[in-house]
Every structure is written in structure tokens, then in C-alpha cells.
């Protein structure tokens, strides 16, 4: 896999230590720390950089000596957010369809198929420059974690250029070759699957760590996404599965059969559903961007988190169902309307990001971790989703470097 210049898991800047002091509420996700609760909340706290790990965390009378110090002058911190969910190999533009949207028109996964065309017909470097562009956004406003996806090629030779740019720029990169049939194969859905899970999946294997497939009334089946799925962990990718997005269907309940690291968008779901994710390892991953710019119901946060289920939040980044790379919008959307608490938004942002990509060096401030650190122009993180829509990211840390600094 190519090594990433932005979101990679290389990097490290030396051994110099650096002390972030004067942070008035730290989140660490660590239960150990702080006040006890699942975001393990330290006041008055300061932490400690040394390469691209975190090696202190505390209060900050306590900090050690270290080579630098930065002063937060009394603002939040958290941990880089973790969007496990984004399609940003893309070429093209969606406004008017977003538009007609708004004047009446239901959203379908026909709209797919005007991304692809564009997706299709533009060069490596065109692709690779807009997924820059957008991570670079993301960046801006605190991601630090990345998952993105390939799904508008839907050739063997699209499909496994999205996935080389894609592996361009993060470690996350997922198969998406099942997302629509392909329009080549609009009479022969059987035909498309063989493909999907045959030579296309050849091609695809070796750049992507993730296989999903979009099972829903006018994609994908179970029966097909079953065979999506199993081919691909037969070739060592690890199932996440667009499931029950616009309808009830069978998505969920295989996703955790097959052990999916998530089921992604979980808007209509059943006791059963619910159950399932409750019972199984597989990260109910919800995309609040898609029921706004849809106008969908919302999916219900605290259905699931009252069974048991582990909820990470996500922007789900396209160019059609939810065109905003902004992880903070997708929190105070989930406060505001999926009964989600603040602090139960920000860990799902955050450690539930890092679960639904299975990762334990992310998403967390402890001795250990990557140094993924967002400063925050709030006392709280509280204020993610009290403050809507406003730039509150003054300062973000990736891998131990800065690289965003508020003006
Ligand atoms: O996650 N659901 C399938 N895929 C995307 C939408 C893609 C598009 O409309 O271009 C999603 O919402
Ligand atoms: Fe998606």
C-alpha cells in the first residue's frame, strides 16, 4: 500500500517532547483518567508529545519537563476525529440533483450513476487532487482519521485506479466495486456480481484493507451482498456493509453474522436489527449528513445505544446523499436529533470511529496513542453541539505534528 502524506499511519517528527499546557477539559476516552466517566475527562490538564505518540497525560501541575511547550490559553481539547466513513474518489457535481431535491424530488441510488460518468471520464491526477482537496478540508476542521472508499468506477481498471488513489492518501481504503450495477450490466445483475467478486476483486485486493457492498432495494441484495462479502474476506479484506439506508432490508443482520467491523447508515431498523448490533462486535455506524441533506428520518441513537449497541458517527462524504467532510456538523446533528448527549456524540466521533475501523492507537489521548489532537476555542467539547456551525477547531495535532493552526 502506498505510504500516505496526509492521513498514513507513518510520521513522526523526531524525539523532542512537547508539553501542551493550559488545556481547561481534555477528553481521553480512557475510563482510567480524569473523572471516572467513559470520556475519561481531565480538567486543567496538559499532555506530552514525544515522535507522533502521546506519553503523559494529567493534570497540568503535574507535567513533566519537556523540550517545548505550547500554552491552549484555556481551551478543550479532544482526540482527532475518526471519519471511518467517506466516498471521495469522485469527479463531478451534483447541485442540481441536490437542488431538485429540496424543491420535492426523493433521493435513489440512481444518482450514483451521474458520478460515475464524470468519475470515469477524468484523469488519476484530477481524482487524486479532489481527494485532497477534501481531506484537506476535513483536516481543518479536526479529522485526523480517514476511511475512504472506491464505488464510482465500477470497471475492473476504475475501480482499482479510485482504490490506488485512494491508498494515495490514507491507510482506510475500502472496495466498493458493489455500490450500484454497473450500467454496462443493467440486464445482467448476476453477470455484474461475478465481476464484482471475481477479476475486479483480483484487481482490487491488493489496495484495500475493507470490502462493503450498498445492499438496498436498487443495489445490491442480500444474497448478492453475502457473496460480495465473502469473496472479498476470502481475500483477506474485512466486510463493513452499506445496510438499511433507505428501507428496511437484510444489510444489518449479515453484517453482523459476518463479523463486519460495521454496518454503516442503520436509519430503518427492526427489534431485531437492534438486537443483532447489540449482540455482535459490529459498530453501528450512523451518518447524520445523509437524513439532512436526504431529508430522511434520522436514525434513532438512542435505540441503539439503550440495547447496547457501540455507535460511531461519520460524515459519510459524497457528492450525492452528503456533501460535508465537517465531523462537528454531524455531532451537533446527532444531539440535536438522534438523542444523542453530548458526550455520547463526541465518543462516537472519536473511539467509535476508531472501532468501526478496528483500531486501537486512534481515538483516544493515553500514553501510547498516536497524537491526533484537536484544540478546541470552547471551555468543552460541549460546546461541538452547542455552537452548530460555528469554526471552533483552533489547532490540530496529526501523528505529533501540528498542521492546522487557527489564524
Ligand atoms: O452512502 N448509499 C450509498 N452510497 C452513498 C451515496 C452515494 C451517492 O449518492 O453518490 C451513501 O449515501
Ligand atoms: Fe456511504
Redesign the pocket.
Known amino acids: 500500500m502506498v505510504q500516505s502524506s496526509a492521513y498514513g499511519n507513518g510520521g513522526g517528527g523526531g524525539h523532542a517532547s512537547t508539553a501542551v499546557v493550559g488545556i481547561a477539559s481534555l477528553v481521553t476516552n480512557d475510563p482510567a483518567q480524569g473523572d471516572g466517566s467513559p470520556l475519561g475527562v481531565i480538567r486543567d490538564a496538559a499532555l506530552v508529545i514525544e515522535g507522533d505518540r502521546i506519553v503523559w497525560t494529567g493534570e497540568g501541575a503535574r507535567v513533566p519537563a519537556t523540550d517545548h511547550v505550547v500554552d491552549a490559553g484555556g481551551r478543550a481539547a479532544v482526540p482527532g476525529f475518526v471519519d471511518s ?1 467517506s ?1 471521495l474518489v ?1 469527479a463531478g457535481d ?1 447541485t442540481e440533483e441536490f437542488a431538485a431535491r429540496m424543491s420535492g424530488r426523493p ?1 435513489s ?1 440512481g ?2 450513476r451521474t ?1 460515475v460518468a464524470a468519475t470515469r471520464a477524468a484523469s488519476d491526477e484530477a481524482l487524486s487532487a479532489n481527494v485532497a482537496r477534501y481531506l484537506a478540508e476535513a483536516l481543518r476542521q479536526g479529522t485526523t482519521t480517514f476511511e475512504t472508499k472506491s ?2 468506477g465500477l470497471t475492473i481498471e476504475d475501480e482499482a485506479r479510485s482504490l490506488r488513489v485512494a491508498a494515495a492518501h490514507t491507510d482506510e481504503v475500502t472496495y466498493l466495486g458493489a ?1 450500484i450495477v454497473a450500467p454496462e450490466y443493467a440486464g445482467d445483475p448476476a453477470g455484474y456480481v461475478d465481476l464484482v467478486t471475481g477479476p475486479m476483486l483480483d484487481a482490487c485486493a491488493p489496495h484495500a484493507r475493507w470490502v462493503d457492498v ?1 445492499c ?1 432495494r436498487g ?1 445490491f441484495d442480500g444474497d448478492a451482498a453475502r457473496a460480495v462479502l465473502t469473496a472479498g474476506r476470502a481475500r483477506g479484506l474485512v466486510p463493513r456493509v ?1 445496510a438499511n ?2 428501507g428496511h432490508g437484510p444489510g444489518v443482520q449479515l453484517a453482523v453474522e459476518l463479523d463486519a467491523a460495521s454496518a ?2 442503520c436509519t430503518h431498523l427492526t427489534d431485531a436489527d437492534v438486537d443483532a448490533l447489540a449482540s455482535g462486535r459490529t459498530v453501528a455506524t450512523l ?1 447524520p449528513g ?1 437524513e439532512f441533506s436526504t431529508r430522511a428520518p434520522w436514525p434513532d441513537a438512542r435505540r441503539l445505544l439503550d440495547a447496547g449497541a457501540t455507535v460511531a458517527l461519520s460524515t ?1 462524504c ?5 456533501f460535508t467532510s465537517s465531523v462537528p456538523f454531524c455531532v451537533a446533528l446527532a444531539v440535536r436529533d438522534m438523542g444523542m448527549t453530548p458526550d455520547e456524540a463526541l465518543w462516537a466521533a472519536t473511539a467509535g470511529g476508531a472501532a468501526a475501523l478496528r483500531r486501537e492507537d486512534v481515538g483516544r489521548l493515553a500514553p501510547g496513542t498516536r497524537a491526533d489532537l484537536v484544540l478546541l476555542d470552547a471551555p468543552s467539547h460541549v460546546h461541538l453541539a452547542y455552537r452548530p456551525g460555528v469554526p471552533l477547531v483552533a489547532g490540530v495535532w496529526r501523528a505529533g505534528e501540528q498542521v492546522v493552526r487557527a489564524a
Open positions: 466513513h466516498h469522485f451534483r433521493y441510488a444518482g450514483i458520478t464505488g464510482y455500490h450498498f438496498e443495489a452499506h439506508q433507505l454503516d447508515h451518518l445523509a459519510d459524497n457528492p450525492g446523499s452528503s
